[in-house]
Every structure is written in structure tokens, then in C-alpha cells.
């Protein structure tokens, strides 16, 4: 940030960092400008009640929190970075893939040049050094940007002209303004203190101060402005312990809002997806699954439709027909191997849809038409409320295919009724003593049956991230095939019986595992016999799968309390992953 009157904004920047620290929690950093120097305060870990030692005023300042990728989590690899002459401090969010040949060219240019960290990222803080000797910043600026390959996001903070020049090529960047100065941040959410008047800068473009320019023609362009929909309050607990526990209460809410607002896109959803024969559903970890969700509904109207993990679906999308309609799904619209194939898809000049909760996040600007999920902020690194989004979003639409609407809104309101009976004290109770029973077992698996399957993905999953507990699910067909050789005596699985077709299967597959010994946990709407533990839900026509995402994600709540973890930042991860 840069204002117009020195104030201690280095305090500020960390607190708009804590706000961030989703994205990346390894490690922070905070630099800012104090009487001619770059005073630089970092250190690794989560900031947590971290309170600054410096308290000196400043007109200029950057930070950072990280999510390590090349160098280990220490001080030292903690961003900003310094130029060898302590002129600029940069903070980067990417990967710079010709970071080694540009740190030996510099070795042989620099004289008894010393790199301090083992990151990519410090090679930019001394190659802008180095060209800026001989060039204006702007100039220098430029240049280094053409040096640098891959996708990268760079903010500079520069000591000789207390100002900040930023660039954005993949990872997001938003820029704001008021009367006391610009801002930048990752996320608009970081700058809802400042004002709701924001700028997401696009792709290759530079900001150098507070003027925008091109990176590749260098000339000028003009900022258009964007109001955000978002209150500060929404990024606050409301008395939750943990944000995900407060996601999780705003789901019935976010059904009911999807609902209410449906009609109005019903008609460009379908003109969109009836040019269509086939349909490719494309996200990342729970998004996947939503797709997979989705893959299982429009088989049921009888429409064909393939899941792929984003990571997976390069090979599937450079031959992808015509008439098969590319459909991304995303919380943040920022993860990277979807943003990559939106990017080679729109060379192609190809239409695409979008299931996506952050509005103006790069997948909803670039996409030819955005089913807006609704879901609000979800801070919690574990997604919850973004996934039911997702799956009534199908429902909706799928009914709109069949012409069902009328009856599935009917029963998509039961549902969210259905959802809140869910955060009784009495089901908490019983969610609270099954997860403390399964928090200390080594192995449990889930199985699902066809729409079923997903979810009990999703349920290893929550396990997983939120209590690092070794679930994993399998599709309940799949059981003989091999994974009954895992059952012993003792061996928990918790079966997904979704109230339809595929019940007796699953059963079966459940007295199957008792007659090795193995224990079940019986997910489902009514009691039976071979269940050892039950979670129950009120059954609704056709939305049985919305009760079960919120169970499965309600034990993964607390797996984490039974073993003492926070849920909303798991070791390890960060919750929009926009490097590959
Ligand atoms: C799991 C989780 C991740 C995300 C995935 C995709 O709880 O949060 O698996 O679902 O990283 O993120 P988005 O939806 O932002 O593309």
C-alpha cells in the first residue's frame, strides 16, 4: 500500500495479512519504507497474535504469506525479498521456471552477489536491481518481466520513489484507491477496510504506482471500476469457534438463496447447454467431486457427461469436439489447472461455462456464461458451503433439462429444512462421539453407490484435510474387486445409503464387511441392522446427496475437534492453489 500521510502501516498490513493468510500460511513477511531504508519484519509459522516490533511511521509498505514451493519453510526463504543494493523489496506469488538460469546470469553480472534465500522469488528482487542501474524503474520493470517465464504475480516496493509497482500474469492481483492512498492485494477481501471500489487486474498488466499500463505494449490504459458485494462482516466468525463450523450453519441459507434467484438464469443456462450434445465437468479436489456429482445427475435426465480433475484434463481438452460444452467448477475461479485450460480453450475461441462463488475471480470474467454459486466468502481452507452450492446448483439445473423445476425447488426447500435439524444439539452430540470413536482408528473407508459415490469421496477427503486421518472411499461396486482384502476385524467403513435405487447394493456391500468382522457406520435416512453406529437425515425426494454433504462434512468439523486441530487452516495446504 502507499498513503498519503506517514502512518505505522506496517501494524496495518499485517492485519489485512491475517485476513490473506488462507492463501498461504508457511510464513509472513511485512516491509516497509523508514527514513531511506527497507525495514523488513518476517518470520515462519502462522501470524496468530503476532504484534510488530517496528512501530515507526511510513508512506509506502508490501507483505506476504506463504505457501512454500521452491525453498524450505524458514526466515529466511520468508517473503519480501531484498535487492542486493536495498532498493526494491518484492513480494511474488508463482514460479519463476527459469529461476536458475537467471540467478547464474546475474551471479556473472552482480559482483559477489549472495542469493539469502533458496526461493526463485529473491532472483527478481536482484534482477530489477540490476536493471534498474542502468534504466528508469518503469523501464527496468518492464524488462525484467520480459526476463521472467511462467506464470508469476510480482508487488515491488521501492525505496527511491516510495512507491509500488505490480504486475499479474496467472496468480490474481486487485487494485483499490481512496482518498488516503492505493492498495493491492491477492483478494479483494483484504481491501474491503479501505473501500469497496476495486480494480482485478488482468492479465499482463502493470501497475506502477497508481497509473495502469500494458506489459507487452507498455502503453497506458484506463481503470475501470467494480463495486464489491461483500460487507466486512461477512469475513467474521459470529460466535463460531471456527469458520467452517459458521460455513457449514450458512448452507441452508445458501440453498434458499440459489433457489429464489434460479429463474432468472434458467433461460441463458439452457439456450447455453441445449447447443450442446456432451458436456466436459471440469474441478479441482471437492470441485471435482461437485463435477462428479454433476456427471451422475444429467446421466439421470439422460445426458452425457464427463468428470475430470483439472490436473487431468489437458490430453481430454485439446481434443475436445465442438459440440461437447466445457463446464468449469471452482469456489475460488482462481485454481491454477483450471485457469491454464480456460486459457487454451478461449484461444480456441471456445464458449464455456462456469459453476463459480467468486464473482470476478479470472475463471467468472473469462467464462462465456457464470452460474454464480452464491455461497458468500468461504474462508475456511476446507470447503463446505461451496460444494453444496455446487450440488443444488446441478439439481437445478438438471431439473431445468427434464422440466422438472417446480418439484425439485419444492424439494430443495424441504432439504434446507431438513439441513438446519442437522445443528440440533442432539445430532451434534451424536456426529461429536462417532468422529471421537473414529479419531483414533488407523484406516476407516467409505463407500458410495452411484450419486453416493462423491460423497463419500468427499467425507475421506474432509477426513483427510481437516483431522489428517487416513479415510479413503471407494465406489461400493468396487468392494470385491479388491479393497475387501483391507477389511479386519475391527475395521471401521462408513456406508453412504442414499434412500434410492442403490440401497440394497449397498447394503449388501455392508454385510459383506460385517462378516469379516469389519464395523459400520450407517450414513443414511432409516435404521439397519447392520449398522454399529448411525448418522441419520430426514429423507427428501431427489436431494438425499445435500444431506449427506452436510453429515460427512459435520464429522469432518469433528474429527478435527476430537483431535484438538484447527480446521479452517490444515498443515500443508492453502485454500486457492494458483501454482502448479
Ligand atoms: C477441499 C478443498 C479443495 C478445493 C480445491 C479447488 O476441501 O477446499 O479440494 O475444493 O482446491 O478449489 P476451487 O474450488 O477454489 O477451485
Known amino acids: 500500500m502507499v498513503v498519503k500521510e506517514k502512518r505505522a502501516i506496517n501494524r496495518e498490513i499485517l492485519t489485512e495479512l491475517k485476513t490473506l493468510e488462507y492463501r498461504g500460511y508457511d510464513s509472513w513477511g511485512v516491509a516497509t519504507i523508514e527514513n531511506d531504508t527497507i525495514l523488513v519484519e518476517k518470520d515462519t509459522g502462522k501470524i496468530g497474535s503476532t504484534v510488530l516490533a517496528n512501530t515507526s511511521d511510513s508512506l509506502a509498505g508490501i507483505g506476504h504469506t506463504r505457501w512454500a514451493t521452491h525453498g524450505g519453510v524458514t526466515k529466511q526463504n520468508a517473503h519480501p525479498h531484498l535487492s542486493f543494493d536495498g532498493r526494491f523489496a518484492i513480494v511474488h506469488n508463482g514460479i519463476i521456471e527459469n529461476y536458475l538460469q537467471l540467478k547464474d546470469e546475474l551471479q556473472k553480472q552482480i559482483p559477489n552477489l549472495v542469493f539469502k534465500s533458496e526461493t526463485d522469488s529473491e532472483v527478481f528482487a536482484h534482477l530489477l536491481a540490476f536493471n534498474a542501474q542502468s534504466l528508469s524503474v518503469e523501464e527496468a520493470f518492464f524488462k525484467s518481466l520480459a526476463k521472467v517465464k511462467g506464470l508469476n504475480a510480482f508487488v515491488v516496493l521501492d525505496k527511491k520513489n516510495n512507491n509500488v509497482l505490480a504486475y499479474r500474469h496467472g496468480s490474481p492481483l486487485v487494485f483499490s484507491q481512496n482518498d488516503g492512498g492505493y492498495y493491492f492485494a491477492s483478494d479483494a477481501i483484504a481491501l474491503l477496510p479501505y473501500t469497496k471500489k476495486v480494480y482485478f487486474i488482468k492479465e499482463g498488466e502493470v501497475f506502477i504506482g497508481d497509473r495502469l499500463f500494458s506489459a507487452k505494449t507498455k502503453k497506458s490504459k484506463k481503470i ?245 486421518l487416513h479415510f479413503e472411499a471407494f465406489a461400493g461396486g468396487e468392494l470385491k474387486h479388491g479393497v475387501i482384502a483391507l477389511i479386519e476385524p475391527g475395521t471401521w467403513t462408513i456406508v453412504i445409503v442414499g434412500g434410492d435405487e442403490e440401497d440394497a447394493n449397498i447394503l449388501a456391500n455392508a454385510e459383506e464387511i460385517k462378516a469379516r468382522g469389519g464395523k459400520i457406520l450407517g450414513i443414511s435416512p432409516y435404521f439397519h441392522q447392520v449398522f454399529d453406529e448411525w448418522l441419520s437425515f430426514e429423507s427428501v425426494p431427489n436431494a438425499n446427496v445435500l444431506l449427506e454433504a452436510v453429515l460427512v462434512q459435520l464429522l469432518g468439523l469433528y474429527l478435527a475437534k476430537a483431535k484438538n486441530l484447527d480446521p479452517d487452516k490444515p498443515r500443508n495446504l492453502a485454500k486457492s492453489v494458483t501454482v502448479k
Open 224 to 468: 475501470t471500476w467494480q463495486m464489491l458485494d461483500l460487507e466486512v462482516s461477512d469475513l467474521q466468525k459470529d460466535g463460531f469457534d471456527f469458520f467452517i463450523e459458521k460455513e457449514i450453519n450458512e448452507i441452508p441459507t445458501v440453498i434458499e438463496k440459489l433457489i429464489s434467484t434460479y429463474k432468472n438464469q434458467e433461460k441463458s443456462l439452457l439456450s447455453l447447454l441445449n447447443q450442446h450434445d456432451e458436456f466436459f465437468l471440469i474441478g479441482c479436489g471437492t470441485a471435482y467431486y461437485a463435477a462428479l456429482i454433476g456427471q451422475y445427475l444429467l446421466a439421470q435426465v439422460s445426458r452425457i457427461a464427463t468428470a475430470y480433475s483439472g490436473g487431468e484434463a489437458s490430453l481430454f481438452l485439446k481434443n475436445i469436439k465442438k459440440s461437447t460444452l466445457p463446464i468449469f467448477l471452482s469456489q475460488s475461479g482462481e485454481t491454477i489447472d483450471l485457469i491454464e485450460q480456460v486459457g487454451f480453450l478461449k484461444k480456441k475461441k471456445r464458449k464455456l461455462l462456469a459453476l463459480v462463488n467468486r464473482i470476478s475471480s479470472t475463471l467468472d470474467r473469462e467464462s462465456t456464461l457464470s452460474f454464480h454459486l452464491q455461497a458468500g466468502p468461504e474462508i475456511s481452507v476446507v470447503s463446505t458451503k461451496a460444494f453444496v452450492a455446487k450440488i443444488t446448483a446441478w439439481l437445478l439445473i438438471c431439473s431445468s433439462l427434464n422440466k422438472q423445476l417446480k418439484a425439485t425447488t419444492k424439494n430443495l426447500a424441504l432439504a434446507s429444512k431438513n439441513i438446519r435439524k442437522l445443528f440440533l444439539a442432539e445430532n451434534l452430540d451424536k456426529v461429536a462421539k462417532i468422529a471421537n470413536l473414529l479419531s483414533i482408528q488407523n484406516h476407516v473407508f467409505v463407500l458410495g453407490r452411484g450419486v453416493h459415490y462423491p460423497i463419500a469421496l468427499e467425507c475421506a477427503l474432509k477426513a483427510k484435510e481437516a483431522a489428517y
